[in-house]
């Protein structure tokens, strides 16, 4: 048992042993510093570490198990084998302590083994996404790195869109970056042991991420400069394109044919050019944006080069504009010249031929004719040169050009000027001839008609026998006579005007002097005799002149004085004062003008004394007697004019006395109305609420201010009775009135007075009364309060009885100081009662009732003392004491306290609480003094407390006499402090008082007028006074402030600097006292300057209002008297210039003075000065009106001799000549012209000038305005009729001078029109430049038949005007001659018409010839070029030949409007029948059969290209398909079928992508299989067409196109439907050599190349009629048996556009269908909602976007804009596919309401789109469009392209190649 139990032990020792070894082990791997190099490394450990751990934990059980095993030899009981232990149990213990520690060592370096392995976790982790992150920016630098900028501008904006990706994935990037850089954060501060390389790591990060920033940044930056780099390059390919096509336009070379087409190609050059200026904009915004570019692609060669290229051609197209401008003007001026110099010259000839047979005669009408007719024909010439200078300035422009035709254009100018100077001279010589013949003629006429002028002058003389002596006949020879003087100094100036005109014609005419002169000495004789005539009536119409004129002034001044004694003997009284005024100034005004009529008056009286003295003729005696009469008149009216002015003066009184009495009445009323009116109680001993203190304070001034106004209205009514006793004292007619009114207006003034002052004395008692009743009531008032005080129970407690009884005592004092108030009131009540007995009844019972209250009060008071000290005198004397002594103890304490005074106010309340105190030590002493009669109660209360009581009132006694000295002491010394204050308070007092004063004592208001003057001088005055009364206080204050300084104050200094300063202001006032009087006494001499000055004005004012007066005499003496009058009156403004000069004297000394208002008064004086001057400038303005007014009384003499006149003018106006021919008529109305010019000429002045002179005196409102207007209607009215007279003679003449006119002008234009008949050719030309030759001279002979058509329009208008005025033979005579005119203009219209035609057939046929030849000849050049292209040998080679065969489809293309142009020409030519329509037949049939044969040989080229072109392709295929096949064939005959698993694996892989390429290539060899088109053709050929059936087709074809051109007369017959695929089918020759050809293609070897595909091209079949059906071809795109070998290769943009359908047909006929659709074409934004995709499928995407929409020929196209639109057609949005529009409908979505201007598209699939405009217009304009395409025809379907789909798609396992090989 004990060796089992040793084996034990030391087994579980041994045990114990090999777990420490194995720790060991563990330990030593745990220990290890490898914690990985990587990622993957530290996962490896960390899986290692995990099976370390597993170890840990089995070797932990073991060691349990042992130390389990071991602690049984420990603690186990070995009482079975005796106690024995196989060893020591502490041994033992140890062992397991060792154990327990390893293991637990272990464990612990197992934690932190796996804490470091998961950092370095952590820390690779961290390393390996910094890698990726790193490998990441590496690649995304490598990305933006790249040069790679894009080639165009949609790879850039590709570009730019993954740029914006890229940077999106870095923004992405970059938060996946933070999160790992905040794992590297976190390491470092978790103290991680790679932290220092995991922060440079973090840094090196950082670094790499800001330089892939700055990268993207870069990148970004240069692709947006890659976007302008091309955007650039794109906008200056767009102006390149522009520049080319405007350098087509400026550098044409048509210049026009003619004037129009010229004007027409400089319209359009002028676009051009207006285009060109604009694009300068356009250029300058590429300078713009090339600026704009980046700094390397701005200074690029390309984009310097592209710039310099697009400027130097823009300066290019601005040279040829210019150049092409000149070559056109220079074209025009050509053309111009040559129809100007045409028309010139030809006009020339014509009139040369009328000049060379124009003869002079001696017959005035014949000259006047002619000349007439050469006036006109000079406006002619007139017309005529300035188109020669236009011929001439034309040339010289042209010359300096140096234009090619400059031969020719010197040739024309010196041919033109030639004729022209030639035709000038004859002309002149012509002109010379009739001017002197016709100035011969007017000279005798003038002769003959002066002399008619003298005698119908002498006549008048002789007329003015008739007229009597009075003295009217003689003032009407006077005027007369005055009138002939003016017309014989018109005769004169004839006469002189006529004499050298006649010595002129002697110099001229030496043949007619002798005529001459005796014309001239006959006109002599006469004239000498008319002046004898005068002379001797003038010496008779002397004698009796003087005395009638007499007798007339004696009458009118008899007139006047008789009316003016009528006015003066007027009994008219005035109403009011204005009347009196009025009348006054009337009377005043007869007064003066009687002064004026005084001289007249003494001269007529001198006059008639002198004719009647010594004469006994009974009218003399008659004449004495008016005198004497005469005589009388005036005294009387002298004596009227007196009485009437004196009436008048006490009229005027009386009226100024009436009006002052009612303002004195006015003002007695308002008195009165106030005195009624006024509230004033009319009783005392009422109450009344209103009658209180304030209201009869309130009336009481109310009425003492209408007191203070009746004052001030009694001097006014005393100057109104004092008015009316001076108008009674000197004996007025209405003194009685008057003497009424004054005592009636003095009676109510009194009336008013004592009113006033007995209501003044109520209302005085009233107040009296109404002041005792407040007093009253006051009284009352206080007595009912104090009742209420001494009624108060409050005495009841007992606490401070003391200030109660005090109180109390205060009560009773105040109750007995208002006993003497009560008594006053008494008193005041008894004397009122006794003045105002009736008011006793209402004062007594106050007074009684205050009475009894105030004895109820002092009852009360007593008793309520009683009731308070009655049981309480002990108490009451000790607080008395107390209080005593108390206030004695504050006293003391105040006095010791006192504070010092600073200033008056603080010792003015110092002096008040002094007062307070002494007023309180009275009332204490009061206190005291009462002490000893309380002592008695108190004593007789408490006699035991005598002594006590005794010694306690001496000791208060003592106190309250000590405390009174010091308080006397202190009164003292508060007065002395406030005599200094007071002192220096009435230093400050007098200070403020002179600066108050100061200001008026300084004020610069110096008075504006003399009152203001001398009131300021008063209140100056005052204001001295009032400084005067102050002085002594100033001294009493000085005397005062000297003695505080003499007492020796501390404050001395400070006294007397207030003292000096007082003393200094003091005498500054004063001294500015004595300034401003001064000043003042300045100020009233200038105001008494201003004064006078007034006073001048004012005298000037009135007479300026005198001057300005609107008065006027009535005759010429009246204005002679008014003019003398006015004299006197300048006389005494001329004296009054010596006052004006006395003020001006005192203004000057003034001013030499240096017054202060020197500038005021030389203003005011030259104010003064500028008013006399201005007076005496109406002075002046009057002078020259009243000699206005002389001008009245010669008006009449103007009149009555311009009426004279006017009525020798009627004479000839009444004349009713009419004239017998043109001639004679035009002379008739010319010299009636003379006449009416020289009636209107002098007439007009003479009546303007009356008219004037009536206008400006009826303006002056003259007094005889009436009469003067009669004479000026009257005279207006002669003048009208005499105007009316010859405007009637005027148009009867212009009547009758306008239908010889006509008739002469019909004759001249019938020769006009003959001779342009004889002139019209009949050549045509012989060729194309001869025949436009022809043409333009036509043309040039039509514009001249303008100006013949004008005067055959003329004539038309003419006499349907004159037609109207006429009737009977004139008008027959009015038509004839007018349809003779249309007639010949009609025959010359028709031939120029018709030659105008033959003219234009000519130039139609010779250009049908040359277009005839061009066409052919060009014709045979293609059809030559057809023919010597050469053999392709590969598909690229058919190719190349289909492009340039399709080239030569589009230039016969392009000449298709050519052929067109031609053909509709030669049809035209026809239609006209013209005289070569044979030559013309034959030729459009050649051109048409020429045009046939080459479009049959394009066609048959075509197809066969395309047949070679399928051959090609197959041979291409086939081989492609072979190579394939042998390729293939290795792998299939291989037998290897795998060894192993895998092997076969491998095999089935390929075998299975073998059958996947068998499969694509399954469709290449169906394709293979079917039918090339050439076959198919074959088979077609076979079926359905033989040889003859075709060539009957086409000529068949042919026939029809040439059946137009046949003659009418053999129509052709109609000919059935035409098949759609007739046109299709070639020739059966043609297609067995393109059969034989495509057969040696294919024997030959065929190498595959690359794959080109050409589109081909659809044909299209002419229609006969509009409704056939579309034809379908093999080539379209439904056939079934299409070739399968043309699908699946990229077609070139060669093959993109569809060829044009080769014209058939007649080449007259419109292109349709594709040609139709082509031509259409529409661009512009708009907005697209895609609705539809099918009929029954909506729209995935139903939303509006903004597209670019093309419509181009048959297919609409949608951009996303215009840029994508130009640079890239083949990319649409979206990628979608053009729009076919072939049967597409288009309408406004009325439908859709959410937008507005939407219409709708359906295609014929059913898909529907909506498109949204801009305006209504705009998508009209669209719907038209696409209905135009739409109605075109359906467009061709377009061919498929190899390969094609196999309609039936099969299983290719099922048909692979592998099947065939199974068997």
Not at 758 to 777: K, P, Y
Request: proline share 3%.
């Amino acid at each position: 048992m004990r060796l089992e139990l040793s084996l034990q032990l030391q087994k579980v020792f041994k045990e114990m042993e090999y777990i420490l070894d194995w720790m060991e082990e563990i330990k030593s791997r745990l220990m290890s510093e490898d914690y990985g190099k990587h990622l993957m490394g530290v996962d490896d450990l960390l899986q290692k570490h995990g099976l370390l751990e597993s170890d840990i934990h089995v070797l932990g059980e073991r060691v349990k198990t042992v130390n389990i095993q071991a602690n049984k030899f420990v603690e186990g009981d070995f009482s079975e084998v005796g106690g024995y232990r196989p060893s020591d149990p502490e041994i033992i213990k140890d062992r397991i302590n060792v154990l327990e520690n390893a293991y637990e060592e272990l464990r612990q370096l197992a934690e932190e083994r796996k804490s470091r392995l998961l950092e370095s976790r952590k820390l690779w982790q961290f390393y390996w996404d910094m890698a990726d992150e790193e490998g990441w920016i590496r690649e995304k630098e490598q990305l933006m790195s790249t040069p790679d900028l894009g080639h165009d501008l949609t790879s850039v904006h590709l570009l730019l869109n993954k740029q914006k990706n890229m940077e999106d994935e870095m923004t992405a990037r970059h938060t996946h970056l933070q999160s790992v850089l905040q794992v590297g954060n976190d390491l470092i501060s978790a103290g991680n042991f790679g932290a220092e390389k995991i922060q440079e790591r973090i840094d090196e990060i950082n670094e790499q991420w800001e330089s892939l920033i700055d990268l993207a940044a870069f990148r970004k930056k240069r692709l947006n400069e890659a976007v302008d780099f091309y955007q650039f390059f794109a906008d200056a390919d767009d102006i390149d394109q522009w520049m080319h096509d405007t350098l087509r336009l400026v550098s044409s070379d048509d210049v026009g044919r003619d004037e129009a087409s010229v004007q027409s190609l400089l319209k359009k050059h002028k676009d051009v050019t207006d285009d060109l200026k604009n694009y300068q904009s356009v250029i300058e915004a590429l300078h713009e944006q090339a600026a704009n570019l980046g700094e390397q692609d701005r200074e690029s060669e390309s984009v310097q080069t592209t710039l310099g290229s697009i400027d130097r051609r823009y300066q290019e197209l601005l040279e040829l504009a210019k150049l092409r401008k000149q070559r056109l003007l220079d074209a025009l001026s050509l053309y111009k010249l040559f129809n100007e110099a045409d028309s010139v010259v030809t006009w020339i000839d014509e009139k040369e031929k009328l000049l060379t047979t124009m003869t002079i005669t001696d017959d005035i009408e014949e000259l006047a004719i002619m000349r007439h007719r050469f006036e006109g024909f000079e406006h002619e010439m007139n017309a005529n040169a300035s188109k020669v200078g236009v011929v001439n300035q034309l040339a010289r422009q042209l010359l300096q050009v140096e234009h090619p035709n400059a031969t020719d254009v010197v040739q024309r100018q010196n041919d033109l000027n030639t004729s022209w100077n030639n035709l000038r001279e004859l002309v002149e010589a012509k002109r010379d001839e009739i001017e002197g013949a016709h100035g011969l003629q007017n000279f005798h006429i003038e002769c003959n008609e002066t002399i008619s002028w003298i005698h119908e002058k002498a006549k008048i003389i002789e007329s003015t026998e008739e007229l009597g002596n009075d003295l009217t006949g003689v003032m009407t020879l006077q005027r007369r006579l005055s009138g002939m003087e003016r017309d014989l100094a018109a005769i004169q100036a004839k006469l002189e005007s006529l004499q050298a005109e006649a010595e002129r014609l002697e110099e001229e005419k030496p043949d007619e002097a002798e005529a001459i002169r005796d014309k001239i000495a006959e006109i002599n004789n006469v004239w000498v005799n008319l002046k004898d005539m005068l002379k001797e009536r003038d010496e008779k119409l002397g004698e009796a002149g003087e005395t009638q004129r007499f007798l007339g002034n004696l009458d009118h001044f008899q007139q006047w004085l008789s009316r003016t004694q009528t006015t003066v003997a007027s009994e008219d009284s005035p109403n009011s004062l204005a009347d009196a005024e009025k009348l006054l100034n009337q009377h005043q005004q007869l007064k003066d003008e009687i002064d004026a009529y005084a001289p007249e008056y003494a001269k007529m009286k001198e006059f008639g004394d002198h004719v009647t003295e010594g004469q006994t003729d009974p009218q003399y005696m008659f004449l004495a007697q008016r005198l004497s009469a005469l005589d009388d008149g005036w005294k009387e009216l002298l004596q009227m004019w007196d009485s009437r002015q004196q009436g008048l003066s006490q009229d005027l009184n009386l009226q100024m006395f009436l009006r002052d009495a009612k303002q004195a009445e006015v003002l007695l009323n308002q008195q009165e109305n106030f005195l009624s009116k006024e509230d004033v109680p009319t009783s005392l001993g009422l109450i009344d609420t209103k009658n209180t203190l304030e209201a009869a304070e309130d009336l009481i001034k109310r009425h003492e201010a209408f007191i203070t106004t009746m004052d001030a209205n009694d001097e006014k009514i005393n100057a109104v009775l004092t008015f009316a006793n001076r108008l009674m004292e000197d004996g007025h007619y209405a003194a009685d009135k008057i003497h009424k009114k004054a005592e009636n207006i003095n009676e109510r003034r009194n009336t008013n007075r004592q009113r006033a002052d007995e209501q003044l004395d109520r209302l005085r008692d009233q107040l009296l009364l109404q002041q005792f009743l407040q007093e009253c009531d006051e009284l009352r008032d206080w007595l009912h309060d104090k009742m209420a005080d001494a009624e108060d129970e409050t005495y009841r407690d007992a606490k401070n009885l003391h200030s109660k009884y005090l109180r109390h005592q205060a009560f009773e004092r105040e109750i007995a100081a208002n006993k003497d108030r009560l008594m006053r009131l008494q008193k005041a009540g008894e004397e009122l009662m006794a003045e105002k007995p009736e008011t006793r009844e209402q004062l007594e019972p106050i007074l009684a009732n205050l009475s009894t209250q105030w004895d109820q009060l002092e009852t009360t008071t007593t008793e309520k003392a009683d009731k308070l000290f009655e049981n309480k005198r002990a108490v009451l004397y000790e607080q008395s004491c107390d209080d005593i002594d108390g206030w004695v103890t504050q006293l003391e304490s105040q006095i010791i306290q006192a504070e010092s005074a600073k200033d008056l106010t603080t010792v003015n309340l110092l002096m008040q609480n002094q007062n307070l105190l002494e007023n309180q030590m009275k009332i204490k002493e009061q206190q005291v003094k009462e002490l000893d009669d309380q002592i008695i109660h108190v004593k007789k209360i408490e006699p035991e407390k005598e002594n006590i009581i005794e010694a306690r009132k001496a000791a208060v006694a003592e106190r309250f006499a000590k405390i009174q000295e010091p308080l006397t002491k202190r009164r003292e010394q508060l007065e002395k402090v406030k005599f200094i204050h007071q002192f220096v308070r009435d230093v400050e007092d007098e200070k403020l008082w002179i600066e108050e004063k100061m200001p008026q004592a300084t004020s610069e208001n110096f008075g504006n007028s003399l009152l203001s003057v001398q009131l300021l001088e008063k209140k100056n005055q005052s204001l001295q006074t009032e400084i005067d009364n102050h002085e002594p206080r100033i001294h009493s204050l000085l005397e005062t402030g000297q003695g505080l300084v003499s007492e020796g104050h501390p404050q001395s200094e400070e006294f007397i600097a207030l003292m000096d300063d007082l003393d200094r202001r003091w005498h500054d006032l004063k001294q500015a006292l004595e300034d401003r009087k001064e000043r003042l006494q300045l100020s009233d001499t200038a105001q008494q300057y201003y004064y006078d000055a007034s006073e001048a004005e004012a005298w000037m004012s009135e007479q300026e209002l005198y001057m300005m007066g609107e008065e006027r005499a009535k005759d010429e003496i009246g204005a002679q008297n008014m003019m003398k009058k006015h004299t006197a009156l300048e006389n005494v403004v001329e004296d009054y210039a010596g006052v004006v000069r006395q003020l001006g004297e005192r203004s000057r000394a003034l001013i030499n003075q240096e017054h202060p208002e020197s500038d005021q008064i030389a203003v005011r004086q030259s104010q003064v000065d500028k008013l006399y001057a201005g007076l005496k400038d109406l002075a002046q303005e009057r002078r020259s009106k009243l000699e206005e007014v002389l001008k009245l009384y010669m008006l009449s003499h103007e009149i009555e001799d311009l009426m004279q006149w006017i009525a020798e003018r009627e004479v000839v106006a009444c004349s009713h000549e009419l004239g017998q021919d043109f001639e004679h008529v035009t002379l008739l109305k010319e010299r009636f012209q003379e006449f009416a010019l020289e009636t209107e000429s002098i007439g007009t002045e003479r009546v303007a000038a009356a008219n004037h002179t009536c206008d400006n005196l009826i303006a002056l409102h003259h007094s005889d305005s009436a009469t003067i207007a009669e004479w000026k209607d009257l005279l207006n009215e002669r003048w009208e009729d005499l105007l009316e007279l010859i405007d009637t003679r005027h148009q009867e003449l212009q009547a009758s001078w306008e239908r010889h006119k006509f008739f002469s002008d019909c004759k001249e234009t019938l020769e006009i029109i003959v001779e342009k008949q004889n002139s019209i050719p009949d050549e045509l030309g012989r060729d194309a430049q001869s025949t436009a030759a022809m043409q333009r001279k036509h043309n040039n002979f039509e514009s001249d038949l303008v100006t013949l058509e004008a005067q055959v329009r003329a004539i038309q208008e003419e006499s349907s005007r004159l037609q109207v005025g006429y009737a009977g033979h004139k008008q027959e005579e009015l038509r004839r001659q007018e349809q003779e005119v249309l007639d010949a203009w009609r025959r010359l219209l028709s031939m120029v018409e018709s030659r105008r035609l033959k003219l234009a057939n000519a130039s139609d046929l010779y250009r049908f010839f040359n277009m005839v030849r061009d066409l052919l000849l060009w014709m045979d050049d293609i059809v030559r070029q057809m023919n010597t292209q050469e053999k392709p040998r590969d598909v690229s080679g058919v190719e190349l030949l289909m492009n340039n065969h399709q080239s030569v489809k589009a230039e016969v293309d392009a000449r298709e409007e050519n052929f067109t142009i031609c053909v509709n020409l030669g049809k035209d030519l026809l239609d006209r029948k013209h005289y070569r329509s044979d030559e013309v037949r034959e030729r459009l049939i050649e051109l048409t059969k020429k045009r046939q044969g080459m479009v049959d040989q394009w066609e048959s080229r075509w197809e066969y290209l395309q047949l070679i072109l399928e051959v090609y392709q197959f041979a291409r295929d086939a081989a492609v398909a072979e190579a394939w096949l042998m390729a293939q064939e290795p792998y299939l005959m291989n037998t290897e079928l795998g060894d192993t698993l895998d092997a076969v694996e491998n095999l089935l892989k390929k075998h299975e992508a073998f059958e996947k390429s068998a499969a694509t290539q399954e469709e290449r060899f169906a394709a293979l299989e079917k039918l090339t088109t050439f076959e198919i053709k074959e088979r077609r050929k076979a079926e359905h067409e033989t040889k003859e059936d075709m060539l009957r087709a086409k000529e068949e074809k042919l026939r029809r196109l040439i059946a137009e051109f046949l003659p009418p007369e053999k129509p052709p017959t109609p000919e059935p439907e035409p098949e759609p695929i007739i046109e299709e089918k070639p020739a059966v020759q043609e297609e067995a050599t393109v059969a034989e050809a495509a057969q040696r293609e294919l024997e030959s070897p065929v190498h595959a190349g690359p794959t080109a595909n050409i589109v081909k091209p659809q044909e299209q079949t002419k229609h006969v009629e509009p409704e056939a059906v579309t034809p379908k071809t093999p080539q379209s795109g439904s056939d079934d048996r299409k070739s399968p070998r043309s699908g699946g290769r990229k077609s070139t943009p060669r093959a993109k556009e569809e060829p044009h359908q080769m014209a058939g047909g007649d080449a007259s006929t419109p292109r349709k269908s594709a040609s139709a659709a082509a031509t259409v074409h529409e661009e512009g934004n708009l907005s697209r909602k895609h609705e539809m995709d099918s009929v029954t499928k909506r729209a995935t995407n139903r939303s509006w976007d903004k597209v670019y929409v093309v419509v181009h020929g048959p297919s609409l196209s949608c951009y996303k804009d215009q840029k994508h639109a130009k640079q890239d057609p083949s990319t649409l949005i979206h990628h979608e596919s053009p729009m076919e529009l072939a049967g597409a409908e288009v309408e406004q979505a009325t439908d859709y309401i959410k937008r507005p201007h939407v219409f709708r598209l359906r295609l014929p699939t059913g898909a529907e789109f909506l498109f949204m405009a801009k305006d209504n217009g705009e998508m009209e304009k669209w719907i038209n469009t696409i209905n135009n395409t739409s109605r075109s025809g359906p467009s061709p379907s377009r061919s498929q392209t190899l390969p094609a789909r196999t309609e039936e798609h099969k299983d290719p396992k099922k048909k692979g190649f592998l099947t065939f090989k199974k068997k």
